[in-house]
Nanobody
Framework: QPQLVESGGGLVTPGGSLELSCVAH????????MGWYRQAPGKQRELVVT???????TTADSVKDRFTVTRDKNKSTVNLHMHNLKPEDTAVYFC????????????WGQGTQVTVSS
């Protein structure tokens, strides 16, 4: 049974930093890409950043120069490093794994809350 397990998150003051981690288990065909999405109250889920096995990243304009992603393929982990956090970064952050099968099946974590507030 595929599973993505997230850790990190919490409350941070504006300008602060936070790191999220995600470990993938049980993805049969291996992982094509991993990354993070977020969903703020009343808004749709949106892409934050993804990274493929070849290190190709896709990053939302709203977080460029503040967020970076690292991935350890051997350990099926992905980490999100968030700096200079702003109140508008407040959201539930979801880990995403795209399976390396013909359907490119998406797998999701349960989400972790990030709150940026003074």
């Amino acid at each position: 049974q595929p599973q993505l397990v997230e850790s990190g998150g919490g409350l941070v003051t504006p300008g602060g930093s936070l790191e999220l981690s995600c470990v993938a288990h049980g993805i049969v065909f291996g992982i094509y890409a991993m990354g993070w999405y977020r969903q703020a109250p009343g808004k749709q889920r949106e892409l934050v950043v993804t990274i493929t096995g070849h290190g190709i990243t896709t990053t939302a304009d709203s977080v460029k120069d503040r967020f970076t992603v690292t991935r350890d393929k051997n350990k099926s982990t992905v980490n999100l490093h968030m700096h200079n956090l702003k109140p508008e970064d407040t959201a539930v952050y979801f880990c995403n794994g795209v399976e390396a099968n013909p359907d490119r099946t998406n797998h999701w974590g349960q989400g972790t809350q990030v709150t940026v507030s003074s």
